[in-house]
């Protein structure tokens, strides 16, 4: 490929052991690398204006080509932690849910969540800014990514949705893969798979370079994110697709 590939991430702390491997990467000479919010970047995948992204699975259905390039992704097994459903009240109490315009999984995964598993009969509603202090009293928030391990410290009530997922259907979730809108040179997929590989074998080297109060960053990174794109992940990830139809 004469041009090179335009690659966009997600510009969250979750991505960083992701992307720690790329910096003086030999892939970096056939790629270049931007950096958004999730729900960005699923629209310049979808709109072409890159050509792979760390985009939220809940946008495959609507593109007329994907293809998953890569053997990791932004998954869990268990409680996530960067992606809850934040709550002054206890859950049945919930009359509105302010949700992140950030996110296009999580929202979709709420959505199944509220109608199907918690059965509740709050109120849904978009935002298309900052939304967090509207989080009080009977009005909950879906926030995800750095954003929510900040409310974490501050939302006395946290329903974890990758953990929900799990009581739910006893598979883990995925909630971002690598996808390309094209088919891409093998040899590109090949040194983009390793150079994604790097931070994950290396998390204390990650950790380091990424000083954050707020979380362990370690435990993040280890016991909530997971990154390998296992068979029971894509498992995991067809069914969550199968109820978007
Ligand atoms: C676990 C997370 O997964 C993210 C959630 C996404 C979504 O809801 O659309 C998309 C990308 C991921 O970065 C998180 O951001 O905390």
Request: proline share 6%; charged share 20%; aromatic share 12%.
């Amino acid at each position: 490929m004469e041009r090179k590939v335009k690659v966009a991430a997600v510009s969250y702390l979750n991505t960083k052991p992701l992307l720690y491997g790329f910096r003086g990467h030999a892939v970096m000479k056939m790629m270049e690398l931007s950096m958004d919010y999730p729900a960005m970047i699923a629209r310049q995948l979808i709109e072409g204006s890159v050509d792979v992204a760390l985009v939220p699975v809940a946008v495959i259905p609507k593109m007329q080509e994907h293809h998953i390039i890569s053997d990791f992704c932004i998954g869990a097994e268990g409680p996530v932690a960067s992606v809850c459903l934040f709550s002054d009240v206890p859950l049945q109490e919930i009359k509105r849910i302010y949700l992140d315009y950030q996110s296009r999984t999580s929202v979709a995964l709420l959505k199944l969540l509220v109608r199907d598993y918690w059965k509740l009969n709050a109120e849904l509603v978009q935002t298309s800014g900052d939304y967090q202090h509207l989080i009080k009293d009977a009005n909950a928030g879906l926030v995800i990514g750095d954003r929510a391990l900040e409310q974490r410290k501050r939302s006395p009530y946290i329903y974890d949705l990758a953990e929900a997922w799990m009581r739910f259907t006893s598979l883990p979730f995925v909630f971002a893969a690598w996808v390309s809108n094209k088919p891409l040179p093998i040899a590109f997929i090949q040194e983009f798979n390793n150079a994604n590989s790097i931070g994950i074998h290396n998390i204390p080297a990650v950790v380091a370079e990424n000083p954050y109060p707020l979380f362990d960053l370690t435990a993040y990174y280890t016991h909530h994110i997971s990154y390998p794109l296992t068979p029971a992940k894509r498992q995991g990830m067809q069914r969550f697709l199968s109820y978007l139809q």
